[in-house]
Structures are given as structure tokens and as C-alpha cells.
């Protein structure tokens, strides 16, 4: 375990400080979600997740003893209403997205690693590089801290996002765990901090609930925050639908997700459908996504 802390401990002292920050119009697309995430609207804080460790809790790793790759293909299609083609109908773009992610808590250390390559055409072209590592805390907590490496390119202009993300996650019983993150820990852009509290209740084997609450920390967090809920049903035998819906003040948005999972031993099959609508600026996003996890 000692092992574990010291890996982490270095993982997070790592970093490049840099006043470059991503596009947050961008951002508020929820780049490189997936399509487990899609499903739930973004929701899943306090759920125990292996291939979403750079996305949402890198401490959730820990909970595992496999190795696990995974593969992704989503298409987004974006609708604003308030830039207006010439036509005078409404102008639409479409985003193409690929998201690879190795995964092993097997070894001495939980660790997970991620690249993700997103083409917006002409609003330009994002890349990240991420990684998760994990230790556990006692048989029912762990630890952990992510690393993004987020560029972004248009033109001849290029942007930096990079932040650091840490996060916690305790299992009461085999019905109820909680998890909180801090996302962009060190500030790399005070705009996309989050800090999140998440959980999840088992009511039997065919239905979970989940909840999460956060907002920026570094602004009225009242103002920015966000509330989110979903669900988990067991349709049949290994077959599994999800649902989900997230508020969020500080993009004046909401996002709606569905979707569903075949889970077995050694491989997992997820799609997901979801849309997020702007009222400020009228703008709707529809995601499509499917993926698949081999596990061994």
C-alpha cells in the first residue's frame, strides 16, 4: 500500500503550469465521455467504474482485479439556432470522436491510461492524453488522482487544458457507496473546476439509484452548480438499461441520456443516445455512441 501512495504522490506532483486554457464552449460538449457516462447523463460519481478513472473518480480502480481495454466511436451532431446559415436554416455541425483506454489493477499499482482524439471540422480539433492511478484505503476505501493532457487546435491557434483531478470513494455495503471529486485541483482554468459529490443505492439486483450534486469552487458554487440523477435497470439476465438526466446553472443546460449495457465476464457492450440543450444560445448537442470493453 505504502507502494501505491508513493506512485500517487508522484503522479501528482507532476504538472506543467501553463495560463493556456482549453475552449469552454468546447468543454461544455462533455468531450470524451463514455457511452456508460452518456447513458447516465454524466452521472456516476458514486458508482464503482474501471474504464471512466480519467474521466469522472480515479478512485474507483481500485475496486478491481483486471485488466480491461476499451474502445469507442461516437458521433455528435450540434444544432444553434442563433448562428443562422443562409439559407435561414438552422446551422449544424457534426463532431467525430475515438476514445482508447487501457486499464490494470492487477499489478502493484491501479493504473489507467487514455487517449482520445475529437475532430469538430472546421470549429477545430481536440486530443487528450490522460492517466489514473489508485490505492486502496482499507478493504472499503480508496484514493486517487487523474491527469489530463488536453490540446486543442484550430487554424494555426493552439490551446492547453490540463488538469489534475482527485478523488475518493467509500463503500458502506454491497447497497450504498459515496464518492466525491475535485476536478482542475491546482486551477489550470477556474471556469471548469468541479467539485462533485456523488452516490449510489442498490435496491436489489435489478435496480440502482444515482445521484450527484457539485458546482465550481471557484466561483458562487450556487450559482454554477449542478444536479443530476439516474437509474439502472436489469431488463434480462445480462442486459441492462440506463437513464438519466443532469441540470446545470452555470452552462444553463440540461442533459438527458439513455442507453444500454450487455455485461458479461469478458466483454461489455455499451450504446447510448443523449442530448444536452443550451437555453442561453439555443444550441442542442445529440450524441450517439457504442463501445466495447474486452476484460481479462
Known amino acids: 500500500m505504502k507502494k501505491k501512495l508513493y506512485f500517487l504522490f508522484c503522479f501528482f506532483s507532476f504538472r506543467v503550469f501553463s495560463n493556456s486554457a482549453l475552449i469552454e ?14 447513458s447516465t447523463a454524466g452521472v456516476g460519481i458514486g458508482t464503482i467504474l474501471m474504464d471512466e478513472a480519467t474521466l469522472l473518480n480515479p478512485s474507483t480502480l481500485s475496486f478491481y482485479n483486471i485488466t480491461s481495454f476499451y474502445a469507442q466511436k461516437r458521433q ?27 486499464s490494470d489493477s492487477k499489478a502493484g499499482v491501479d493504473a489507467s491510461a487514455r487517449f482520445s482524439m475529437l475532430n469538430a471540422h472546421e470549429k477545430g480539433k481536440l486530443t487528450q492524453y490522460a492517466g489514473a492511478l489508485s490505492s486502496p484505503l482499507g478493504a472499503q476505501s480508496a484514493i486517487g488522482v487523474s491527469y489530463v493532457y ?4 484550430k487554424d494555426e491557434t493552439k490551446t492547453l487544458y490540463r488538469p489534475i483531478t482527485l478523488g475518493v470513494h467509500h463503500v458502506f455495503s454491497e447497497a450504498f457507496s459515496v464518492g466525491i471529486i475535485w476536478k482542475d485541483a491546482l486551477k489550470d482554468n477556474k471556469n471548469l473546476g468541479i467539485v462533485g459529490l456523488g452516490l449510489q ?7 440502482s439509484f444515482l445521484a450527484d450534486v457539485g458546482g465550481n469552487p471557484y466561483q458562487n458554487i450556487r450559482e454554477k452548480g449542478y444536479l443530476g440523477a439516474a437509474m439502472q ?9 440506463r437513464g438519466g438526466i443532469k441540470t446545470h446553472r452555470g452552462e444553463k443546460s440540461q ?4 442507453g444500454l449495457g450487455w455485461v458479461q465476464p469478458r466483454l461489455v457492450l455499451e450504446g447510448s443516445y443523449s442530448t444536452k440543450k443550451f437555453t442561453q444560445n439555443q444550441t442542442e448537442i445529440k450524441d450517439l455512441g457504442v463501445s466495447l470493453s474486452f476484460r481479462f
Do not use: C, W
Open 201 to 207: 443505492y442498490n435496491f436489489s439486483d435489478f435496480f
Open 25 to 38: 464552449e468546447l468543454h461544455q460538449q462533455s468531450p470524451t465521455d463514455t457511452s456508460r457516462l452518456k
Open 233 to 241: 435497470l436489469r431488463l434480462y439476465g445480462d442486459l441492462y438499461g
Open 255 to 258: 442533459t438527458v441520456g439513455v
Open 76 to 102: 455528435t451532431g450540434i444544432t444553434s439556432s442563433r448562428e443562422m446559415a443562409p439559407s435561414g436554416t438552422n446551422r449544424e455541425s457534426n463532431v467525430e470522436e475515438y476514445n482508447f483506454i487501457l
Open 150 to 153: 488536453q490540446e486543442f487546435k
